[in-house]
């Protein structure tokens, strides 16, 4: 084994194919490119999205609240049709509304809090949810398991390939991050030549990856080093 400074490579790999696009490089120049897969599809032909959260907390609230405000502004105006003065809080407020500009800094603060929350609803009904799970690929040659959807937990996937990459002789530890468009694993050889431990780390992991069945193959990124002597 070399005694030589603390080393690092950082190894860039697609992980969604098998055919080569173009060219290698040698180990040294540390960069291989395969063809990506096509996008996975589901029973009817069409592609494999992401999970939707049904946002239950937030809708909960919204519900709650637009509910408490409704029933006591209804209960206001009955009451004041039945010939009793309105609440104080509904005087105050149209008080408020008649006597203050529209520059005026607590007019603006309540817009842009209306606006924020506003947005942020939005956001929550626009957006799927649910980042930690990731979709996977339909399962084939059964009919009717067609339509059947399954998603894997980032962590999950994380712990899956993690096991793999400390199968690989010379990794001291790992550490593997999934995220919806890549793999990130940052290793620690402490024997054996670095290049041929990300050789083998990349194979690993790329046959780990490509076994974790998702419908979307993200991209690999291996960052292999030497631990710090002392």
Known sequence: MRETEPESITQPLATEGDLPS???QSASGASHTYQADATAVDGDGRPVHRF????????????????????LLLYDVAAVRADRPAMRWRRRLADELATRHLDDTW???????????GLW?????A????????????PTGDPGAAHIRAGL???????VLRDRAMEVPGVQSVRVDVSRRQVNAQARAHFRDIDEVRADLDAALTDGVRQLGLARQPVLFVHVRRPKKG
Request: glycine share 10%.
């Open 153 to 159: 937990g980032r962590s999950a996937a994380a712990l």
């Open 121 to 125: 609803l939005i956001a929550l009904a």
């Open 127 to 138: 957006t799927p949810g649910l980042r930690s799970l990731l979709p996977m690929r339909p």
């Open 52 to 71: 939707w959260s049904a946002r239950r907390v937030a809708a909960g609230i919204v519900a709650l609240l637009a509910a408490a405000a409704t029933g």
């Open 22 to 24: 173009g060219p290698e």
């Open 107 to 117: 007019m603006i603060a309540g817009a842009a809090v209306a606006m924020a929350i």
